[in-house]
């Protein structure tokens, strides 16, 4: 089979590219291993997604938007940011710079879902599920993918979105920078007896990070972060004792607190490709740039630069070029690189302030939230990067 471009994954990020490449006449082969059910109907899997604009302005670009129902998308109108006991907060606050929301928060299996249903009836677009790609090829010429039954698909481009732990980009050569943090995140809807007043908390207690993202008003998206020796017991506590526990550790601040889903973890590791081509070959999202959730900008970043790759191709066959070729790739990986390496170099840094409990590292952290707070530069910075809908200004949030 011959197609312009294979992608291999058709998680969030693969999906989406394919959707962004339907208003060209290229012929488009997207591989995924898991069931057309599962892809068409994935299950809730504890990840509420927080947006920023510049991918609210690119999912209704795309179409995606519109599939995705308008109660299932939660504002987060201000956010504090706490340490310790301490009830010390720095803020951040929509209404300051007449925004309606720093940011929007959407289940991870809506957004799938809501991609699937952008490019399930495209002519340009064949779904080939329950299929892994086993090998890659590619030479100046052409690229190949090698399926599980032996079915070879030649292209012009191949694309992989296939996890921040993509089998294809070690098969392609190219190597990644791997932080593993040793923490686990755990995931879960818990209601509560008191509003939220739609307020994203980011708590950095000693050992453990505990976010609450509003999601309705007594309903709130909770991600734990901890040592991944302590995930189990935090796992396997008792729901009763697990409500005592978040809502001691939040300080009782939306009163009595109960879990309404499962608890979901995930291995905090964060993956940055040293490069993101190769070729007649690109990577896209985790697969390029898989980030420490802390500061929500993994599927943000995936989608941007995914909306870089389409741009640069579709220049290329404006002008009649190769959309292969090095000129294209090495476009998409300048620009996408100057935004992502300073983000995952900062959020890492963040992290590891944050989650350090010596002493001079508490002095610290404390001394940068009073600083933060008190000059406004470095809140305009942040506010910018959640709100900034240009997809030609990429601010750093930390670099
Ligand atoms: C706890 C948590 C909270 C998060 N919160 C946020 C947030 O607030 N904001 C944000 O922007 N991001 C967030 N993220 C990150 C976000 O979930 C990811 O960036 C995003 O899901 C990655 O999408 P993807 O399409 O690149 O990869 P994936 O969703 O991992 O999809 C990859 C697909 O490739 C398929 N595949 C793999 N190998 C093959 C193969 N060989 N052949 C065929 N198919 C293959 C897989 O089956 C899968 O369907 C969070 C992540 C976690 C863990």
Redesign the pocket.
């Known amino acids: 089979m011959t197609y312009d471009v294979v992608i291999?994954?058709?998680?969030?990020?693969?999906?989406s590219f394919a959707r962004s490449l339907a208003d060209t006449s290229l012929k488009i082969a997207l591989?995924?291993?898991?069931s057309q059910a599962t892809?068409a109907n994935p299950a809730y899997d504890?990840?509420?997604?927080?947006?920023?604009h510049l991918?609210l302005k690119i999912l209704q670009r795309l179409g995606i938007w519109a599939h995705i129902p308008a109660d299932a998308v939660s504002p987060i109108e201000r956010a504090k940011v706490l340490d310790g006991t301490s009830d010390y907060a720095l803020l951040f606050d929509s209404r300051e710079e007449k925004f309606d929301a720093l940011g929007y928060?959407v289940a991870?299996n809506v957004i799938?879902q809501a991609c699937y249903w952008a490019i399930k009836d495209l002519p340009t677009v064949d779904l080939i599920t329950d299929?892994?790609?086993?090998h890659v090829f590619s030479d100046a010429q052409s690229a190949s993918a090698v399926l599980t039954n032996g079915e070879i698909l030649d292209c012009r481009l191949l694309v992989a979105?296939?996890?921040?732990f993509?089998?294809?980009r070690r098969k392609m050569g190219i190597g990644a920078d791997l932080r593993d943090f040793a923490r686990v995140?755990i995931?879960c809807q818990m209601e509560h007896e008191w509003s939220n007043d739609r307020t994203a908390f980011e708590c950095f207690h000693y050992q453990r990070t505990l976010a609450v993202?509003p999601l309705a008003a007594n309903r709130s998206s909770i991600?734990i972060t901890a040592p991944t020796d302590k995930a189990d017991e935090i796992l396997y506590l008792s729901e009763a004792d697990f409500n005592r526990d978040v809502q001691r550790r939040f300080a009782n601040r939306l009163g009595k607190m109960t879990l309404i889903t499962p608890r979901?973890h995930?291995p905090?590791v964060g993956v940055h490709a040293k490069q993101f081509i190769a070729t007649r070959f690109a990577l896209?999202?985790?697969?390029a740039v898989?980030?420490h959730?802390v500061t929500?900008?993994?599927?943000?970043?995936?989608?941007s630069g995914q909306d870089i790759l389409s741009r640069e191709i579709k220049a290329a066959l404006n002008q009649g070029r190769d959309i292969g070729k090095a000129r294209v790739l090495y476009a998409y990986q300048n620009q996408h690189m100057r935004v992502t390496k300073p983000l995952y170099l900062g959020t890492n840094t963040l992290v590891s302030l944050f989650t350090n409990d010596s002493l001079p590292v508490k002095a610290l952290r404390k001394a940068v939230l009073h600083f933060s707070n008190h000059f406004e530069p470095i809140k305009w910075l942040i506010k910018k990067k959640l709100t900034d809908d240009s997809p030609k200004i990429h601010l750093p949030l930390v670099s």
């Open positions: 291999i994954g058709a998680g969030p990020a693969g999906l591989v995924e291993k898991n892809v504890g990840r509420d997604i927080a947006l920023t991918s928060i991870n799938r299929t892994t790609v086993e979105a296939d996890t921040r993509s089998a294809t995140a995931v993202l991600v979901y995930y905090l896209i999202g985790d697969a898989g980030m959730p929500a900008h993994g599927f943000n970043l995936g989608l």
